[in-house]
């Protein structure tokens, strides 16, 4: 998967309660270390996620794919990356990578829908969010 340049790189340790009985992060775990860079991505370019909804716009992940590329285990340190893939008109997919050093462990996409947050139905993001997207897609963030 050709992925951009990272918005964001969110340094973690895998916790012992994240692991399975045979000892590698259990695979939903990831989605959640995924969902901490999210937060960590929107505090990057847009001040913290709290502003999006103050501006009462909201994000929310529709589509999911991962790719599990090698294994996990406890107190390994890992690197969550998120890159902007695409910005659509309601719609935002980000690239997901995670390293353990040099190496990959995953890779994928989420793909999230925008909405408002009074009746949560799909809605097109403020003009200037929408640019800085664009932006952070070119790398100019």
């Known amino acids: ?3 951009r340049e990272p918005v964001v790189r969110m340094p973690l340790k895998v916790r012992y309660h994240e692991c ?14 995924v969902d901490m860079a999210s937060f ?19 994000m929310v992940v529709a589509e999911t794919n991962l790719r599990y ?10 690197v969550v990356g998120l890159s902007v893939e695409h910005v659509g008109t309601t719609s935002l997919v980000l690239g997901i990578r ?7 462990v995953l ?10 947050t009074t009746g949560h ?11 800085i997207l664009h932006d952070a897609r070119r790398g100019g963030w």
Do not use: K
Not at 20 to 33: C, E, R
Not at 98 to 104: C, F, H, P
Not at 107 to 116: A, F, L, M, T
């Open 107 to 116: 890779e994928g996409s989420n793909r999230y829908v925008w909405i408002d």
């Open 40 to 58: 960590e991505f929107c505090a990057a370019l847009f001040g913290s996620h709290a502003r999006l909804l103050e501006r009462g716009i909201d």
């Open 1 to 3: 998967m050709g992925q």
């Open 98 to 104: 995670i390293d353990r050093g040099d190496e990959l």
């Open 20 to 33: 399975d009985p045979q000892g590698i992060v259990f695979n939903a775990n990831y989605l959640a270390y």
């Open 69 to 78: 590329r090698a294994p996990s285990r406890f107190e390994d340190e890992l």
């Open 121 to 131: 139905r799909p809605t097109p993001p403020p003009d200037d969010v929408r640019w």
